[in-house]
């Protein structure tokens, strides 16, 4: 990852990447949600139309 996601929320550094469906974001621990916070750095999910990433903590 070239650059630090931020926090779409808040600006803070985000954690990972959530996609359900039509609405997508960059979240910091705060506001991710469970599923996000459930995965382990640098892994991945996906699951119909919903796509969550976890980034690995070497690149934040």
Do not use: N
Not at 30 to 39: N, R, T, V
């Amino acid at each position: 990852m070239a650059e630090k996601q931020k926090c779409e929320h808040c600006e803070r550094d985000a954690i990972g990447f959530q996609s359900f469906g039509c609405c997508f974001a960059y979240v910091c621990e705060e506001h991710a949600d469970s599923l996000l916070l459930a995965l382990k750095p640098g892994e991945k999910q996906s699951f119909g139309e919903c796509y969550i990433e976890r980034f690995d903590t070497a690149d934040i």
